[in-house]
Every structure is written in C-alpha cells, then in structure tokens.
C-alpha cells in the first residue's frame, strides 16, 4: 500500500479523537466504515498552542490496527475496516514534508495498539525521538500516551513531546468496564499521576537553563460523551475531579460516534452534537468562572440544550440580579450573562478612573441584548419586572443552531 493511501486511512481513523481540536462543528458518524464530517482536509487539525496561538497539526495514526475491542471504535479488533499501518519513517517523512510546505505547524500521533502497550508506545517515541534529535524539529508534538507501557516510555516521551494525552475514554470506571474490557481504569489514573509528578518536577527546573524540557504544554485526556448513560453532572464531576488531582490542561469531549456491526450495548445514534458544545462551555465556567459543578448541572442533570449553562444559572437566580457593574465583585460580573472574562477585567480597570456606562460596555463589544437585562449602570436599568418575566426567556433564547462559545 502506498503512503498516500496509508494517510488517507490513518488520518481518517484518527479524527475521531477530540483532543486536538475545538468543539466540533459538524456530526460525525462513521456507520459507512470510513466516517464522514472531518472539518479539515487530509489528516489537518487545528489545536492551540500553549501560548493561545491557533495551530495545524498533521493528525494520524500509526496504525489503525488495535489488539483490543473497545465497543464503540471503530478501529477495534473486530472491525471490519480496512487497515494500514505506517513505519516510524513514514510518519517522520510525511511530517518534515508537511512542515516544509507549510502545511503544518506540527504532529499528532496516536495509534492502535499493536504486539503490546511497551511495542505501541516505543514506536510513537521513535518518530518523536527522531523528529527533535536526528531532524531538529522545532514544531509541535503531541503523542498519545499507551497507560498501560512502561513508566520509563511515558518519561521518554514527554522529552521529546509538548504535550502528552491519555484518553480516560469513558466518564466512570462502570462504563469503561463495560465499553471497554481490556482497558484498566487504575492504569490510565496511575499513569497520569505519574505524568502529574513529572511535569511538576519540570516545572520546578525551569529555571535551570540545562534541565531537559518536559511536555511542556502539559497533559490533557479526552471523554466520550452519549456512548454509556452518564449525566453531563457525572460528566462533570469527573472532569472537575481530573482537573483538580492530575492539573490536566484540558479535559476534551467528543460525542459518541455510530459505528459499523456496533454492539446492542450502544446507542442507535449520536448524542445531540449541542450537547458535546455545552459541556465545553460547563468546563469553561468551571475552570475560569468560579461555577461549581452542582451549580451548573444541579436537578436533572443535565445541561439545557437550548440555552448556555451560564444563562440558564442566571435564569434560575434572578435575585442575584440586576447587580451594579460599578460595585459588583468581580466574582458577581464573572456570574453576568454574555461578561466574558476578557470583558470584566476591562470593566475593573476602566471603574478604577470613572464609572462604567453603556456605550462603555458596547465598546467591549459585549452582547448587549444579553447584558443588559442582568446589570444596572449610571444611564441603564432593566425595566421593572423584565428580569422576573417569562418573556425574558423567549427574548434570550438563541436561534436554535447556534454555537457561539461566548460566555
Ligand atoms: S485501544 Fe480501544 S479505543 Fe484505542 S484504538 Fe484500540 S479499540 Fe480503539
């Protein structure tokens, strides 16, 4: 098989793995065997760099053959799909190729995994071991990290990577039993406590010019969503506990995909793609907005589809509201509707010479339609009643698509 081909296949077996791109933006179902609603040509993804920039990434597998069964992948041994599978040279060659054309501005690799968990993961740390010493690659990499293989491997890796992942795949230890057999919960948590040490002990040598760098865009993992009957709280709750025992940098969702000849223990179809946008902005607020996760995902347990979880909070608390933007905290303006995090910060600054008003928020370029109702300025305040109205609701509610992560 030419390498063309192998990319073709390993690039469309790799992307359904989240963590190397934003909230998706299209469905994905892979029931014809080969998946359609790539949001990127050939094997491109985009991800961010540690310094915020948004960059491309050659995104492919080693291979998309896999000595184990998890349910809901389609690269599972008992799949029927076509495999390839790429030597290290391969994947060497297409990178430097890729990066010379300006293509990419760098690689992520995963694989399936082949022979054992030590054989898979010294394969990805020969491409990236090869790129950076025999290459002097300067671009990005971010390698998949196998729980199961050798700590050393793991330490290896994450000389020559900026960022190392492990997917914990499914939100409980129930469901990854369950779903996924062969994969053991204890591994991937040892393994990202061990990468949690690690990055620590990096971080606390930075200041040693001769310290060798350590996967310094840190570690992230990535969670299937809509496979088992989780709750988005559940969801949460696991996200929150990872965020907070493993310093992950990201904890990625990416909604269940439909696959060929699927087990009966799967569902027939893909979860609401919204959902999987929601979660990203219930993470948001979790990390960067003070929310707790009994705040945003209380009740049912579940996110609304139709509104974002910050709205939804701020339509349950209506008392909280309407709060002065020139006296509030900036804890309580974090909690305002469509106040993004950049937009309080101004606001604080701008406060400090004279009070805020209106058109000073307009130049924040804040949705007003949005703000407006939950704030009280020098020349603006909500009409009586309006924030106890059922109206307010109608009025707030977005056009049914859309899929704006402002927050
Ligand atoms: S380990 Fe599981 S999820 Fe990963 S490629 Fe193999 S079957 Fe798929």
Excluded at 391 to 397: E, G, P, S
Aim: hydrophobic share 40%; aromatic share 6%; net charge positive.
């Amino acid at each position: 098989m030419d390498v063309r081909r192998k990319l073709e296949i390993l690039a469309d077996a790799a992307k359904y793995d989240a963590s190397c791109a934003s909230s998706g933006t299209e469905k994905r179902d892979a029931r014809d065997g080969k998946g359609i609603g790539s949001t990127e040509g050939m094997g491109i993804c985009h991800s961010y760099a540690p310094d915020g920039r948004c960059i491309s990434l050659l995104k492919i597998l080693m291979t998309n053959a896999c000595m184990y069964d998890c349910l809901y992948c389609v690269n599972r041994a008992s799949s029927n799909v076509q495999r390839a599978r790429f030597t290290v040279d391969e994947v060497v060659d297409l990178t430097l190729d890729f990066y010379r054309r300006n293509y990419i501005e760098g690689l992520f690799l995963s694989s399936g995994i082949i022979r054992s968990p030590d054989y898979t993961m010294e394969q990805l740390v020969r491409v990236a071991r090869k790129l950076r010493l025999e290459h002097g690659f300067k671009g990005y990499i971010h390698l998949k990290t196998i729980p199961d293989a050798d700590p050393d491997l793991t330490t290896e890796a994450g000389l020559f990577a900026d960022r190392l992942s492990i997917n914990v795949e499914l939100p409980t230890e129930t469901g990854l039993s369950a779903l996924a057999p062969e994969k053991d919960a204890r591994a991937i948590r040892r393994t990202m406590g061990n990468l949690r040490v690690r990055l620590e002990e990096a971080k606390a040598e930075r200041k040693n010019p001769k310290a060798p760098r350590f996967a310094p865009a840190g570690q992230s993992t990535q969670m299937i969503i809509g496979a088992d009957g989780s709750t988005d709280r559940t969801i949460l709750d696991t996200s929150a506990n990872l965020y907070g025992s493993y310093r992950l940098k990201r904890v990625y969702y990416s909604a269940f995909s439909p696959i060929p000849d699927a087990s009966r223990s799967l569902p027939l179809a893909a979860p609401p793609l919204m959902r999987e946008h929601r979660l990203y902005q219930a993470d948001w607020l979790l990390r960067f907005y003070g929310f707790s996760v009994e705040e945003i995902a209380g009740g049912a347990g579940m996110l609304p589809l139709d509104i974002d979880p910050k709205l939804a909070w701020a339509l349950q608390h209506r008392d909280w509201f309407p709060l002065d933007v020139n006296r509030a905290s900036r804890e309580q303006l974090l909690r305002v509707p469509g106040l993004g995090k950049k937009a309080v910060d101004r606001i604080l600054v701008a406060r400090r010479h004279r009070a805020v008003r209106s058109d000073d928020l307009l130049r924040l370029r804040v949705s007003p339609g949005k703000v407006l109702p939950f704030v009280v300025l020098p020349d603006h305040r909500p009409k009586l009643g309006l924030l106890d109205g059922e109206q307010l609701v109608a009025k707030l509610r977005p056009p049914a698509r859309q899929m704006s992560l402002g927050l």
